[in-house]
């Protein structure tokens, strides 16, 4: 199979726009730009690129190319250009539709760009490649203190923290301090328009920091302030609220507050005990999202945060096991609910191991209302139909 490029996509009025992941950097197909932006043809379009001074590329690399073919966009004729594809940077197509009198397609365009790299940015972090994510993240601060006038502007609120986190994923705590800093002032400024999801979204980074810092009492305020936050927004026992009590419990285990610590994280194995029976076994009764309406997903998170959640549940399975003993039921109960996330993932190997270990410790204590659960939970990833949740994004 021919080698491709990574791309994204964002629509700009009634176009629509890929942006390649070049070797040269984000670019641009230039025929693409003609049809879509300005509705003229590839070739009549590049003879005005040539009589410009524009930057541009042209690009011969293979997997470049099979890219724009697979997509078929559309292209120059080859008889005014013997080889390869033109590609244009995004401030070209910036200063085409500014020639070009379409300065009112500038600010979209340029709000798009923001969100692409905003995304990326989030994206590389939840893989854990901080050291990527932070120009990115860099990047988009920088483009959105030049959209978002005058300064200081509350739209740039998400992007301080979007560098924050990234400054924080490289222990780096003075430049993420001083992003955090800069949200801060937005929310002071703007009391009325920061909700409680922004509140709660700055003090968990705060909360994360004081932690790394090992400044365990602000660190508990904190984190405090976020499950506050987030209990008023989603509900105490919605799933979004549970990373709060994760957190607290965390510090707690730092403080060597071990009942602290365990009545935090019972807390978090409560809401995915009952949310993830739900969602696995069709168990009713688990607290609904507050407010979605009916169309909310079965879990309002994504499978990167899903991954991160099984990585939280196993956790807290070695902190049962080390407060109480591997053969606890608290420590059963755990790994049960380990195995319902990772059902739900797909992940039913895995699955398997935890409900395996849950069994033998509900088995010998006759505890039978367990060990159905156990059965019903083995019984769906031994169906041919097995395989995790339909709405779980893949």
């Known amino acids: 199979m021919a080698t ?67 997509l078929g966009l559309p292209v120059e004729s080859k ?30 365009f340029k709000l798009a760009l923001l969100k692409l790299a905003s995304q990326e940015a989030a994206r590389l972090m939840a893989a854990g490649r ?38 924080l994923g490289l222990k780096r705590g003075k430049p993420c301090e001083d992003f955090l800093g800069l949200a801060s002032w937005l929310a002071f400024n703007n009391p009325a328009e920061t909700n409680h999801v922004m509140r709660s979204q700055l003090n968990r980074l705060y909360g994360q920091l004081y932690a790394m810092q090992a400044n365990h009492q602000e660190s508990l305020r904190a984190f405090a302030e976020d499950v506050y936050h987030c209990a008023l927004e989603y509900g105490p026992e919605d799933v979004r609220t549970s990373l709060g009590y994760y957190n607290l419990a965390k510090v707690f285990q730092a403080l060597n507050e071990t009942d602290k610590c365990l009545r935090c994280s019972d807390q978090v194995m409560a809401i995915w005990f009952a949310e993830l029976q739900r969602v696995v076994l069709g168990a009713p009764g688990a607290v609904e999202p507050k407010g979605k309406g009916d169309a909310a997903p079965p879990l309002p998170l994504g499978k990167m945060q899903l991954l991160e959640v099984v ?45 395996d270990f849950a069994r033998s410790v509900y088995m010998p204590g006759n505890d039978a209302a367990k060990s159905a659960l156990v059965a019903q939970a083995m019984h769906h990833i031994q169906s041919p139909l097995a395989g995790g949740h339909s709405s779980l994004p893949k």
């Open 79 to 108: 008889s005014t250009s013997a080889v390869g594809v033109m590609l244009l940077p995004a401030e070209t197509v910036e200063a085409l539709l500014t020639d070009k009198r379409k300065v009112e397609m500038v600010q979209p």
């Open 130 to 167: 901080y050291e990527s994510a932070l120009p990115v993240a860099l990047d988009a601060v920088q483009q959105g203190q030049v959209l978002f006038q005058p300064l200081p502007a509350l739209q740039l609120f998400p992007l301080y923290l979007l560098a924050a986190q990234a400054q």
């Open 4 to 70: 491709t490029v990574p791309y994204v996509v964002f629509t700009l009025g009634d176009a629509q726009l890929h942006q390649l992941h070049t070797p040269s950097g984000r670019l641009f197909v230039m025929g693409e730009v003609a049809t879509e932006l300005f509705q003229e043809n590839p070739t009549a379009f590049l003879q005005a690129l040539r009589a410009g001074r524009y930057a541009k590329v042209i690009c011969e690399k293979k997997e470049v190319m099979t890219t724009i073919a697979k």
């Open 311 to 355: 990585e939280m549940l196993e956790d807290i399975t070695r902190i049962r096991a080390s407060a109480s003993g591997a053969q606890h039921h608290s420590v059963a109960d755990a790994h049960f609910v380990c195995a319902l996330a990772l059902i739900y993932l797909h992940e039913v190997q895995k699955a398997a191991t935890h409900l």
